[in-house]
């Protein structure tokens, strides 16, 4: 299929005039909404597709997540709005027919957390409230499931309308590249998964990832909203060690991490205390707590960001703790 501006799609409910690319990839397109019938219908869509054999398979997965009623419903995740005529019957996504693409439609959100800087988010504040309380919602309704994201990051909470009093923020991307070939469980411990900069301690550690995970996951993407530069992950490795980098981090912030549950992952946890040692200097952040002080934030929030940054995942707030936390219910 010829992928590019003007064509049409033809899906169960609508069709969908592709307008623009808005990858470098050219898999996901901005597009008009064509509909079949009379009625109220969107302007405008998302279209995401897939060419490599793994990205396939992430977009089969992604539509299997969404096939579960509770997902498909929800209020706090962006909703799919149609598929090729049968996506079931498309060829076998882990070893793809040339040519034969599967595809998937999701409503158009106007923005992304990744699309302001820090400095816009101190100023209004009250749409890192709407966005902590509405991805937390969605995460509610995983963990109901029995199931975890895995790649909450800025990126994937989306934004629309947000000069208005009700800004509408919802989670995307529910098909996180994995090799399980379903929606991802609780727990889950075959590969390490989890963005670098938001993967959870417990998941470095090699125990597993949880909806726990997941929190810590918003919670550090929060935080990097609001810093000029990123607190966690390797933007700023000076040696080109990368994740070990990362680990050494956290073992700096939080001054230690447990144990890795693994033992091959031990001369990773020996590197990242080396990699700490005052003597060498290579690690400028300092503690979570005077990194977050550094940002100037009102004392609510601070107390919020700081109640989700527990190491132990078994003494972190659920979303539905989270959700019973002030910051959520102040004025701003």
């Known amino acids: 299929m010829d992928w590019r501006a003007g064509r049409i ?115 209004h504040p009250r749409i890192l409230q709407v966005a902590s309380k509405s991805v937390l919602k969605a995460l509610a309704t995983y963990k109901e499931l029995n199931l975890i994201h895995t790649d909450l990051k800025h990126e994937n909470i989306l934004i629309s309308n947000i000069d208005s009093e009700e800004p509408t923020v919802k989670l995307a991307d529910l098909g996180a590249s994995s090799y399980c070939p379903f929606a991802i469980p609780d727990g889950f411990n075959d590969e390490r998964i989890q963005p670098i900069a938001c993967r959870a301690p417990e998941v470095w550690r090699g125990k597993g990832c949880f909806h726990a995970s997941d929190v810590w996951s918003l919670d550090v993407t929060l935080t990097d909203c609001l810093s000029p530069a990123s607190i966690f992950g390797i933007h700023d490795d000076p040696l080109g060690v990368g994740e070990h980098w990362a680990v050494a981090k956290l073992f700096r912030l939080f001054n230690s991490l447990p144990s890795p549950v693994d033992r091959y992952r031990e001369s990773e946890w020996e590197l990242a205390e080396k990699l700490v040692d005052p003597q060498y200097g290579y690690m400028k952040v300092g503690t979570i707590d005077k990194e977050i002080r550094k940002l100037e934030l009102p004392e609510i929030m601070v107390d919020f960001i700081m109640s989700l940054l527990v190491v132990d995942d078994e003494k972190r707030p659920t979303a539905q703790e989270a959700l019973k936390h002030p910051f959520i219910h102040a004025e701003f």
């Open 9 to 123: 799609l033809h899906g169960r409910l609508h069709s969908f005039q592709l307008e623009k690319p808005l990858t470098k990839s050219s898999t996901v397109f901005k597009a008009r909404v064509l509909p079949k019938s009379t009625g109220s219908t969107p302007k405008w869509a998302v279209i995401k597709t897939a060419y490599e054999r793994y990205k396939l398979a992430d977009l089969k997965r992604e539509y299997r997540v969404y096939s579960i009623e509770s997902i498909r419903k929800s209020k706090h995740i962006r909703a799919l709005l149609d598929t090729i005529d049968d996506f079931d019957s498309t060829p076998n996504l882990a070893d793809p027919t040339p040519g034969a693409k599967p595809w998937m439609a999701f409503e158009w959100m106007d923005h992304s957390l990744v699309d302001f800087d820090p400095k816009y988010f101190k100023q």
